[in-house]
């Protein structure tokens, strides 16, 4: 059964730093790469980070200098530094493997409001 379950959003201020959690299923996790997608009102749900299984990672250009992905392969769990924040990052944070059709599934995600 797939599980993924996302924390640590919240309300920061603008410049400020979250950093996010996800507790994936061991059988997703040793098998594929990880990603965190964001969607913000509005818009399509989007792929802004991904750590591949070498521990490869890429950013999309929006994000890119600001966000860090990191992997703990013991527990399990897909990280997300953000810092430097902006209004333009609110959204509602999911992980999940990449791509997500891997597993077909969406957890509750995480919401990330970003004020002026």
């Known amino acids: 059964q797939v599980q993924l379950v996302e924390s640590g959003g919240g309300l920061v201020q603008a410049g400020g730093s979250l950093r996010l959690s996800c507790a994936a299923s061991?059988?997703?996790?040793?098998?594929?790469?990880m990603g965190w997608y964001r969607q913000a009102p509005g818009k399509q749900r989007e792929l802004v980070a991904t750590t591949f299984i070498g521990s490869t990672t890429n950013y999309a250009d929006s994000v890119k200098g600001r966000f860090t992905i990191s992997r703990d392969n013991a527990k399990n769990t897909v990280y997300l530094q953000m810092n430097s924040l902006k209004p333009e990052d609110t959204a509602v944070y999911y992980c999940n493997a990449v791509p997500f059709l891997i597993t077909g599934y969406w957890g509750q995600g995480t919401q990330v409001t970003v004020s002026l």
């Open positions: 061991g059988s997703i996790f040793s098998r594929y790469a």
